[in-house]
């Protein structure tokens, strides 16, 4: 099993940046495929990015495209998430999530891990 911890949350002006970080306990981290979601007060948990096993792939939800950078370190055991350019509604509690059997996916029921969250809020 995994565990994961997701860490540099905060609070950020409109049009700033924020990194986040994924630490796994994992002995085995490249057998899992990485994902960051994210769910505001309200709302549905929501896919934001994903990547390969071995980093090669990746994917984007439409409203983050060209603003996030999803990327992973196996040696490290990290998986990080760039934010650019932030919005407001980019506002949430960010999740790490780790799927053993496949990528990309974007419904929470294809992950078995999932960290406890980190709370970035974007004010304007």
């Known amino acids: 099993q995994v565990q994961l911890v997701e860490s540099g949350g905060g609070l950020v002006q409109a049009g700033g940046s924020l990194r986040l970080s994924c630490a796994a306990s994992?002995?085995?981290?490249?057998?899992?495929?990485m994902s960051w979601f994210r769910q505001a007060p309200g709302k549905e948990r929501e896919f934001v990015a994903a990547i390969s096993w071995g980093g090669s792939n990746t994917n984007y939800a439409d409203s983050v495209k060209g603003r996030f950078t999803i990327s992973r370190d196996n040696a490290k055991n990290t998986v990080d998430l760039q934010m650019n350019s932030l919005k407001a509604e980019d506002t949430a509690v960010y999740y790490c999530a780790a799927s053993a059997s496949s990528w990309g996916g974007r419904a929470v029921r294809q992950y078995n891990y999932w960290g406890q969250g980190t709370q970035v809020t974007v004010s304007s």
């Open positions: 994992a002995r085995t981290f490249s057998n899992y495929a």
